[in-house]
């Protein structure tokens, strides 16, 4: 029977783009601290027993779901993980007080057929007279394959805005390396003229396309006699691109 886990303080993944074997191009560290229901031994005995803990990042507050890792976009290639001892409580009565770790295993569990957790599981012995096993602290490295496409192109049409037109806007594109995966893309916007220019701070490219078209509205007519340029800039995955508006 595994250790009742009851909450996950300070669960967190760190991504690193990384170039590894076997087509890993991401190192995923996870850190955080589960928390037992604070079950006890008694009789100064040694008891053996396993904690179960599903690896996922801040975001994700329940601890029964995890990161997905069924290669859509994220796929396991390999990984290390250690444990250790974060808190413990006893009576003080106690002829041995014992924590040890046995053995500590990595597991990809299918879930269902669209979903695979990364699971690691402590096998652990304690013993003592009313002892309870309180905290264990983890951490893992995980190679992994992200198949997220990146950012390839943003483009605008028209490339110049007039104010005192009928349309005070242009139409930015921004395409990707290939498909989105099942939950899309986030392609993060910004502009060096947020006084003039409004965009979207984030598009989506939906899944199964390539690309996603906004609108950049001029907000007001830019002072001074001439064009005046505004920069547009996107990005997502590894991929970075830059595109100057002319406004008038």
Known sequence: MSLPIIEIANRQRLDVFADGPKGANRLLIYTGIAILDGSFVINNMLVHDTAEIILGQNSIKDITQGDNFNGNPLAFINGTVSVAL???SDQGNSDNVTWATDSTELDLVPI???TNFLKIRVNCGIQGESTSLLRISYTAFISAKDSTPDLVSLVFDPRRIAFDSNKPWSTG???LSGPAPSDGVAVQLSTDRPDLLTIPATVIVAAGAT???????LLVKPGGIGVVKAQVTASAGKGHQSFTLDLL
């Open 112 to 114: 269902d057929p669209n």
């Open 86 to 88: 974060a808190a413990i």
């Open 173 to 175: 594109t921004v395409t």
């Open 211 to 217: 690309d996603v078209t906004f609108k950049a509205v």
